[in-house]
T-cell receptor, first 113, second 113 residues
Framework: KQEVTQIPAALSVPEGENLVLNCSFT??????LQWFRQDPGKGLTSLLL?????REQTSGRLNASLDKSSGRSTLYIAASQPGDSATYLC????????????FGKGTHLIIQP | NAGVTQTPKFQVLKTGQSMTLQCAQD?????MSWYRQDPGMGLRLIHY???????DQGEVPNGYNVSRSTTEDFPLRLLSAAPSQTSVYFC????????????FGPGTRLTVL
């Protein structure tokens, strides 16, 4: 059974810093890995999706990498802003019998103005 | 496109009551899923569907029923609500196959007294 772990559980940094969020997964046989953002009381917004054949994806100040062999993905946020404050979730899609995403528990990020 | 819509946004039930959480998508996606999100547990898959007329169980299916009579709609039914079903419920959809991103609805916050 796939298990996804996110470290750290919470992170607080001053505005302007570059930061890295970590995600690890136990089963490397994934189809893709997706990063989401969740604001308090809101739904999930897809940020980046990395296919199993890809090494990284970029969108604006966000860059996500994937290393299947080591079971790791990172989300890099450049020049952080207070508006980046949210919970960031990673999810691995492995297919199989229970056809859905396996989520980590998230990293709660606070960017201090 | 409205994307994935869910109704209601909030609901309070008494133990033993029944209700249906509605989910609809207008992207002609084959795959639809229901997740629940609980503090400290992350998001967990309840049921999923790979197309009209086809449904299957996810990680935590007990106490929930689903049906998929059309591509657009995927309702989740609670037949006899229990306090353990107090949670936030998210519906998601994606194109067939494991390489496409999942899109989430805004969620339904359910409290069972």
């Amino acid at each position: 059974k796939q298990e996804v772990t996110q470290i750290p559980a919470a992170l607080s940094v001053p505005e302007g810093e570059n930061l890295v969020l970590n995600c690890s997964f136990t089963d490397s046989a994934i189809y893709n890995l997706q990063w989401f953002r969740q604001d308090p009381g809101k739904g999930l917004t897809s940020l980046l999706l990395i296919q199993s054949s890809q090494r990284e994806q970029t969108s604006g100040r966000l860059n996500a990498s994937l290393d299947k062999s080591s079971g790791r993905s990172t989300l890099y946020i450049a020049a952080s802003q207070p508006g980046d404050s949210a919970t960031y979730l990673c999810a691995a899609y492995s297919g199989g019998g229970a056809d859905g995403l396996t989520f980590g528990k998230g990293t709660h990020l606070i960017i201090q103005p | 496109n409205a994307g994935v819509t869910q109704t209601p946004k909030f609901q309070v039930l008494k133990t033993g009551q029944s209700m249906t959480l509605q989910c609809a998508q207008d992207m002609n996606h084959e795959y639809m899923s229901w997740y629940r999100q609980d503090p400290g547990m992350g998001l967990r898959l309840i049921h999923y569907s790979v197309g009209a007329g086809i449904t299957d169980q996810g990680e935590v299916p007990n106490g929930y029923n689903v049906s998929r009579s059309t591509t657009e709609d995927f309702p989740l039914r609670l037949l006899s609500a229990a306090p353990s079903q107090t949670s936030v419920y998210f519906c998601a959809s994606q194109n067939a196959g494991g390489y496409n991103e999942q899109f989430f609805g805004p969620g339904t916050r359910l409290t069972v007294l």
